[in-house]
């Protein structure tokens, strides 16, 4: 399981794989997804993936599909599948910083962490998707007061989780008393991963607060120019690079289909540092692909070091 102590994660042995649940769209209708939800969690969650992820979107991405394709509600998805496992680590990637007030927010991660006997993570980022702020008629502030509110949320979310109790004076946010209980289980918080691969802005904010990021670029030679960037970022921080978890999200091989494209492109994905990918569960059969993943790819996963 990934924790954080005192800000660092937990060291595995090899390249770990998760699995990213976005698409709740499936031959079966509406009734299909309660019972497909807790099957794909619970067969990941057997099978020894690290981490479980849902979107924390409104609408679904019309980048994707239709916006007005189902889209459920991240948390209480997470919670909902925590109850259908044991050890995997559970998290949206990621919810928007606009999405709900800081204070909100850190009760709702606490709650799940409580919920899950230590579990939860929080993925965050700046927002994206304008069509689901207006639709729902939720604020949506230029790009640069976004990142002013990351940066806020993740200096509130660190103080409820410890042990100051006292206010909070942001330009964007004030709390009068950041009182959060019951804590965390189990450690002293959640870890914290920030989607993105922004070299100015999203990866110094992952040197400074983040136990691990997201880098959401495909190419690989790319992919370790952001890893040296951040890099950079470490040094200027004080921070020791190997304590922040650098994961990606998919990729050009589909790894239950092509597990050997897959596993040659995670070798040279450590080769950079990275110690996780994470893998977008398909429609109808997402149990399926999972079992095929697991066969395949775990154990070949689990002997590649990533360099430090």
Known sequence: MWTAGAGRLCEYGGVDIGIHFRNFTNPGGDEAISPLLARTAK????AGFALFTVMDHYFQMDRVWPADNPMLEGYSA???????????QLATM??????????????TVTTLDVLSE???MLGIGAAWYEREHLGLGVPFPPLAERFERLEEVLQICLQMWSDNDGPYQGRHYQLAET???PRPIGRSRPPILIGGSGERKTLRLVAKYADACNITVPEVDEIGRKIEVL???CDREGRDFNDIRVTVQGGPSDPAEDPDGFLR???QLA????????????QPDPVGFVAKVSDSLLPRLAGIEPVR
């Open 78 to 88: 997470l919670a909902f599948a925590a109850a259908h496992t044991s050890r995997i």
């Open 43 to 46: 067969a990941a969650d057997e």
């Open 265 to 267: 492109r995670a070798e």
């Open 179 to 181: 009182l959060n209980r």
């Open 118 to 120: 230590g579990r939860a």
């Open 231 to 233: 890099r950079r970022h």
């Open 271 to 282: 080769a950079f540092g990275v110690r996780h990918i994470h893998v977008r569960a398909p």
């Open 94 to 107: 990621v919810t928007g910083v606009t999405y709900r007030h800081p204070g909100l927010l850190a009760k």
